[in-house]
């Protein structure tokens, strides 16, 4: 499995764009790379998920580095509504579909 | 709309009872998925069904069963609830192979005395 790295945490003032880092430098060339937030006591959300191309939805951007070592999750404007914990997830294709979470990022919004 | 919806939202049972979880979905989606969160730890994948009456283990499937007869139901039945099964657990479903997003469900607090 693609392994990955994240900042256990990260603050950001509301309105201010917040760039979320991630590191899957053991991805394979077909797996797509999806991100997740899961705000206090609720499941966890789709955000955005891509293969190689950057990525825009109502919510975020993801940005997709060429080697697709690294993505970053581009949150344009944070709400206090958007302080969750994010995760990066490779997701492996083919016969795998399962997400497998890690720690992820505690994105903190402040006032 | 379509919605994946999880019975009960909370439970507290006694020790060595049999617990069944209900996941429902109407995305028509053929992969189905259980996890667990303990407090303040990431997700883990418990079973996982890619269709009618295919099961699959995940990482910590000790424990649990589940059964698929149809499209729209995954039921997680702990067959004899101990207190280290005391946990948050989420029910997902998707379509296709990454291509789409997973949907959750808003969780079933599970509590074990």
Not at chain 1, 58 to 66: G, Q, V, Y
Not at chain 2, 35 to 56: A, M
Request: aromatic share 8%; proline share 4%.
């Amino acid at each position: 499995d693609a392994k990955t790295t994240q900042p256990n945490s990260m603050e950001s003032n509301e309105e201010e764009p917040v760039h979320l880092p991630c590191n899957h430098s053991t991805i394979s060339g077909t797996d797509y790379i999806h991100w997740y937030r899961q705000l206090p006591s609720q499941g966890p959300e789709y955000v955005i998920h891509g293969l190689t191309s950057n990525v825009n939805n109502r919510m975020a951007s993801l940005a997709i580095a060429e080697d697709r070592k690294s993505s970053t999750l581009i949150l344009h404007r944070a709400t206090l509504r958007d302080a969750a914990v994010y995760y990066c997830i490779p997701l492996l294709s083919g016969s795998a579909r399962q997400l497998t979470f890690g720690s992820g990022t505690q994105l903190t919004v402040l006032p | 709309d379509a919605e994946i919806t999880q019975s009960p939202r909370h439970k507290i049972t006694e020790t060595g009872r049999q617990v069944t979880l209900a996941c429902h979905q109407t995305w028509n989606h053929n992969n189905m998925f259980w996890y667990r969160q303990d407090l303040g730890h990431g997700l883990r994948l418990i079973h996982y069904s890619y269709g009618v009456h295919d099961t699959n283990k995940g990482e910590v499937s000790d424990g649990y069963s589940v059964s698929r007869s149809n499209t729209e139901d995954l039921p997680l039945t702990l067959e004899s609830a101990a207190s280290s099964q005391t946990s948050v657990y989420f029910c997902a479903s998707s379509e296709g192979f990454g291509t789409y997003g997973y949907t959750f469900g808003s969780g079933t607090r599970l509590t074990v005395v």
